[in-house]
């Protein structure tokens, strides 16, 4: 792509509406800028919830006197700029609602803490499920010594969920630099009998925020996103939605016991 990406590109890029090349030169841009990743996950999500919202009336057939050829007719007729105005804007509804068009107000909001973890979280993921020798910093035969230390980085305890029960085994792990934010991250790897990959990205607590469940697609690659008090955790994979929501409930179910588990006692009277 020769000129340079703006955000109306990336904008037409969470509706669907680039040619495949163009499409594929974003999707690389995205994979080495989080925050334009996380921009346009929250774009597809407000695309798909107005999608779900207008359905019904979307797929109701346009009236006559809403007809584009009647409209430019009658916009012919009168030099009116306020009927200029209105019969665009009906124009628009008759062509069908495009969810890209009411998510450009959205398009200066800064994405949230919740969805640049989730941005850094796949983009972590991309790269790193690529790697054959590389792909971890310790392996899953030092799992106790990977086990402490990412824990010692991040100064909360976590584990390493057993996922064999969904056919997944432990690779290893790695630490990453996360953001300014939420400090240190950590990423675990597990690869299934087909090398087939999920990783398991996990951060302090978000400071300022309770329970938060979320799941967003960045292109392709699913992720599964919660934080608590105590971490927050992001299950990334490309495997059906189905087969994730599996992986990410035995995640979350092994990790939140872990919490429990070391929870300070309270104190007696």
Known sequence: MSAPMTREMLMAFADGQLSPADSAAVRIYLETHADAAAEVALLQRQRDAIATLYAPAAA??????LRVQRLAAEQSRHHNVRVRWAAAAIILVGLGLG???FGRAYLDRSPSAN???MASAVYAHNIFVAEKRHAVEVVAAEQDHLVSW???RLATPIGTPDLTGEGFFLVGGRLLPGDPKTGRAAQIMYEN???E???VYITAAVRGQGDVYENARFDQTEALFWTNPFITCTVVGTLPDA???T???AVYQQLTALEEANKPPERQG
Not at 60 to 65: G, L, S
């Open 150 to 152: 990412l824990s010692n």
């Open 247 to 249: 992986i990410g409930r």
């Open 243 to 245: 087969q994730m929501k």
């Open 115 to 117: 969805d640049q973890l």
């Open 197 to 199: 990959r999920v990783t």
């Open 99 to 101: 969810a890209g068009w």
């Open 60 to 65: 109701e057939p346009v009236p006559a006197r």
């Open 193 to 195: 009998a087909a090398a």
